[in-house]
T-cell receptor, first 113, second 110 residues
């Protein structure tokens, strides 16, 4: 079975600072993918970044980077230079052989001006 | 616009009723997934279709059913609705490039 764990309580960050959102996972699949999604208060799910289990380098997409530590089964999202518009719920998700996405419970991020 | 279209955006209905949620996947995507997001259960996978055939089932109640039509759009049917079915229902489609979510249908059962 696949599992995603996001245990941080609501996170706060000052505008323009960096923040790390934690995600650990568990899977028996050898090949898998990790995703981060952003869900603002409007409700839509916005794709942020993807990391494949065989990717040797950490994924980056603009201000988003994924700190992938395979041995520790962690896939933390780093947001650099936080903006007020980054305030949202963030979900880590895992896909494997069965192709469905398994989501964590999410982390609420609030960016302070 | 993500390319995945869900209708309606909002739905309010009474207990015991039946509703149909519709999803049109991104052009060219053959897979459709349905998810339910509620405050207590989080994001739960319901069911997956691939090119018209059911591929995987998750925590989908027997009162719920889905299908994918030849034009690849999908419908999720929810019947004998209960208060606890109130949730945000997402459809997603997938391709080599990843998963794309629709904007969701917010169902309120009163």
């Amino acid at each position: 079975a696949q599992k995603i764990t996001q245990t941080q309580p609501g996170m706060f960050v000052q505008e323009k600072e960096a923040v790390t959102l934690d995600c650990t996972y568990d899977t028996s699949d050898q090949s898998y993918g990790l995703f981060w999604y952003k869900q603002p208060s409007s409700g839509e799910m916005i794709f942020l970044i993807y990391q494949g289990s065989y990717d040797e380098q950490n994924a980056t997409e603009g201000r988003y980077s994924l700190n992938f530590q395979k041995a520790r089964k962690s896939a933390n999202l780093v947001i650099s230079a936080s903006q007020l518009g980054d305030s949202a719920m963030y979900f880590c998700a895992l896909t494997g052989a069965n192709s469905k996405l398994t989501f964590g419970k999410g982390i609420t991020l609030s960016v302070r001006p | 616009d993500s390319g995945v279209t869900q209708t309606p955006k909002h739905l309010i209905t009474a207990t015991g009723q039946r509703v149909t949620l519709r999803c049109s996947p991104r052009s060219g995507d053959l897979s459709v997934y349905w998810y339910q997001q509620s405050l207590d259960q989080g994001l739960q996978f319901l069911i997956q279709y691939y090119n018209g055939e059911e591929r995987a089932k998750g925590n989908i109640l027997e009162r719920f059913s889905a299908q994918q039509f030849p034009d690849l759009h999908s419908e999720l049917n929810l019947s004998s609705l209960e208060l606890g079915d109130s949730a945000l229902y997402f459809c997603a489609s997938s391709s080599h490039y990843g998963y794309t979510f629709g904007s969701g249908t917010r169902l309120t059962v009163v």
